[in-house]
């Protein structure tokens, strides 16, 4: 395999036929489940158990919210690229 070069494997964008199959599934149950997800997001005993409720329906509803990422003890990020040798 050439240095740095991605050979085999899926196509960027091709879906993965194992996660879709299973995503298909999991589909099937949402109207059966979704009403639950909002009832415990209503009526939960635990105001944790509404929370996380809340956010797996705003998850689904708009996506996940973008993560922030930062370097060691939440400084900014470095990223160091290696070419053999040398660092650049």
């Given at each position: 395999m050439a240095k740095?070069?991605?050979t085999g494997?899926?196509?960027r964008g091709t879906p993965?036929?194992?996660t879709a199959d299973v995503?298909?599934?999991a589909q099937q149950y949402v109207p059966d489940i979704f009403p639950i997800l909002v009832s415990i997001a209503r009526n939960g005993e635990s105001?944790?158990?509404r929370v996380a409720?809340?956010?797996e329906i705003l998850d689904r509803a708009y996506?996940?919210?973008p993560q922030a990422v930062t370097g060691e003890s939440g400084g900014p990020l470095r990223i160091i690229l290696v070419n053999g040798?040398?660092?650049l």
């Open positions: 740095g070069v991605k494997g899926r196509t993965n036929k194992v995503k298909a599934i105001e944790a158990a409720a809340i956010k996506g996940k919210s040798d040398t660092a």
